[in-house]
């Protein structure tokens, strides 16, 4: 009897020792406390994504315990500060709650619906009805790209044609590139802005660059390279853009429409549903 009796008191022991609620589970790893409020190690685990330093992770940590701080501390504040009736957010809970719903909702129906294929002809319909949104804020180019040594032998011959656009010319520029060139890119087929021509360039070529026209070229160099420029065409500031050169930004306002017409048919159907059950109910002056 004695035995039994002693097991319960054994047991009470145990559960007060840190050692054994961390053994059975029951008490978590603890990082940081203000009040009633602990955070917890197992919400720290998912703020590494990847390999870090132990002096990145330590940063990472530090930081958000210090975020973690400053909303708990706020809370206590307002808490503090405020009188019940600021304190009762009851309303806007519910408001929040119902936004957030129909939200999810919508965004539910509106995936479950959308026809997400565009045709060429759609994209070209919307670029020629809506031209006036895609006037150019800075000029387009398509350009030849080369980039070669100072000392390289062939300098001389590619700088002579690089500005060709005879096919025998382009032909033997390519065949001289392909041997000699630390870059040789044709950019024909694809629009490029000043800017990111600029990346491909030294910083003292910026003002050659911004002042590219029509058939125009930048010849410069550093002190180990000649970079060498021809332009294909030329598209002047507030002229319509390309539509190939907008036919993302085309494509994401095409299914933006979608969106809005499904949205606007989910109206006209919960409305119509509603009268037809007769959910809705109105009333009259003097009516009750």
């Not at 975020?67 to 706020?74: E, K, M, Q, R, Y």
């Not at 500060?81 to 709650?97: F, H, P, S």
């Not at 040789?184 to 629009?191: A, E, Q």
């Not at 060498?228 to 500031?237: P, R, T």
Request: charged residues 30%; neutral net charge; hydrophobic residues 35%.
């Amino acid at each position: 009897m004695k035995k039994w009796f002693l097991l319960p008191a054994c047991l009470l022991f145990l559960s007060s020792c840190s050692y054994f609620r961390n053994w059975i589970g029951t008490e978590q790893e603890r990082v940081a406390q203000i009040g009633d409020e602990i955070l917890y190690k197992r919400d720290l685990e998912g703020l590494f994504q990847g390999p870090l330093s132990s002096e990145d992770s330590a940063n990472l940590i530090n930081h958000y315990i210090d975020s973690w701080a400053v909303d708990n501390l706020l809370l206590q504040k307002a808490e503090s500060q405020l009188t019940k009736k600021e304190k009762d957010v009851k309303q806007e809970l519910a408001d929040y709650r119902k936004s957030l719903l129909v939200f999810k909702y919508q965004k539910k129906y509106v995936e479950e619906r959308i026809d997400t294929t565009i045709s060429p002809e759609e994209i070209l319909d919307y670029y020629n009805n809506n031209r006036e949104l895609f006037l150019l804020d800075a000029p387009l180019i398509k350009v030849r790209l080369i980039k070669v040594r100072l000392h390289s032998p062939y300098l001389s011959m590619i700088r002579n044609i690089y500005r060709s656009n005879t096919i025998e010319d382009m032909q033997q520029l390519e065949r001289l590139c392909e041997s000699s060139a630390e870059i040789y890119t044709d950019y024909s087929n694809k629009w490029l802005t000043t800017r990111e021509l600029a990346q491909d360039l030294p910083p003292q070529a910026k003002d050659e660059i911004y002042a590219l026209k029509p058939k125009g070229y930048v010849d410069t160099r550093d002190s180990l390279y000649a970079y060498l420029v021809s332009v294909y065409d030329f598209l002047q500031e507030g002229m319509p853009s390309p539509a190939e050169y907008k036919e993302t930004e085309i494509r994401q306002n095409i299914l933006s429409r979608r969106k809005q017409q499904l949205l606007k048919d989910l109206e006209k159907e919960v409305l119509k549903e509603g009268w037809n059950k007769q959910l809705i109910k109105t009333y009259r002056k003097n009516e009750h």
